[in-house]
């Protein structure tokens, strides 16, 4: 007597036994895979994390040099502008300024440095749809650009002479995600069409760089000629940094109608150009797959 058990095999004639497969190119997961999307997200914010250092303390130091040069070593005790002094100004502007940079800089390493070194496979296989690829890259970027402006704020609270304290909370942090949405994409693109890491850097230098500065950061855009006021007004990075400041001072530089509802509504136009321009390169794979 043959005591061993008996194994089931799957039989074309009886349909239960058959273990179900889907057709080729059918995906099992038919919903939003969240499982996945919160591993990858999690692998990108601890990647950042380990090296907090050089990705979190040390922009936030840099930034904080150019608060003490403007108010210390220029003189900017008793200005004003709009109204607030000087340093309460240009304080909002400036955590703004690392933020979208440090977001920039975040979504712009991941694919570059995956298609360099040869493991751009690790982001292409997973079970993510393009959609769920973008969240979980956007949201580490987004990450890091909010604990880069938290650092940035804890640190103006202890400086001396400086009001950092929000008088419109929902405004930092709608024109605080938005701007930092805008350049996570743009950093995306950026890692599609980059082959080496000089290309990432000439756009950080040439077009990161200059929409920062020339946003409003360091003055008032209303003292400017009316034909640069009208450059400023195209720079969607002004309206990020405008809508940031409003929530901490109160008060715009802006001649515009309703100008933190246009922000806003120009922002939101910008990221959802920028996200569909995102999803289509990723889904065609341009210069990502062979």
């Excluded at 290309?199 to 009316?226: C, E, K, Q, W």
């Excluded at 940031?244 to 802006?254: A, E, H, M, N, Q």
Aim: proline content about 6%.
């Amino acid at each position: 007597m043959n005591d061993q058990p008996q194994i089931s095999r799957p039989d074309s004639t009886n349909p239960a036994a058959v273990p179900a497969f889907a057709e080729p190119g059918v995906p099992h997961i038919r919903a939003l895979n969240v499982p996945g999307l919160q591993a990858l997200y999690v692998k990108e914010v601890r990647r950042f994390f380990k090296v907090q250092l050089q990705t979190i303390w040390a922009p936030a130091i840099t930034t904080l040099l150019f608060l003490v040069i403007f108010t210390v070593a220029l003189g900017g005790a008793g200005r004003t502008v709009i109204g607030v002094p000087f340093a309460d100004f240009i304080a909002p502007g400036l955590i703004m300024m690392a933020m979208l940079q440090n977001s920039f800089a975040n979504s712009s390493f991941s694919l570059l440095v995956g298609k360099i070194q040869g493991t751009i496979v690790d982001y292409l296989m997973p079970p993510l749809a393009v959609g769920e690829l973008i969240i979980a890259l956007i949201g580490a970027a987004v990450t890091r650009a909010i604990l880069v402006g938290c650092a940035l704020w804890l640190a103006m609270l202890l400086w001396p002479g400086v009001h950092v304290g929000p008088d419109h909370l929902w405004a930092v942090a709608l024109f605080g995600v938005l701007g930092a949405m805008m350049l996570g994409f743009l950093g995306l693109i950026t890692s599609v069409w980059a082959e080496k890491f000089d290309h990432a850097a000439a756009v950080t230098n040439f077009v990161v760089t200059p929409l920062a500065l020339l946003s409003g950061t360091f003055y008032s855009i209303d003292r400017l000629a009316p034909w640069f006021q009208t450059i400023a007004h195209a720079n969607p990075v002004y309206y990020a940094i405008m809508g940031f400041r409003y929530g901490f001072i109160g008060t715009v530089d802006s001649t515009i109608a309703n100008p933190v509802l246009t922000a806003a509504l120009f922002l939101l136009a910008v990221n959802l150009v920028l996200g569909v321009i995102t999803y289509r390169l990723l889904a065609s794979g341009w210069k990502l797959k062979a």
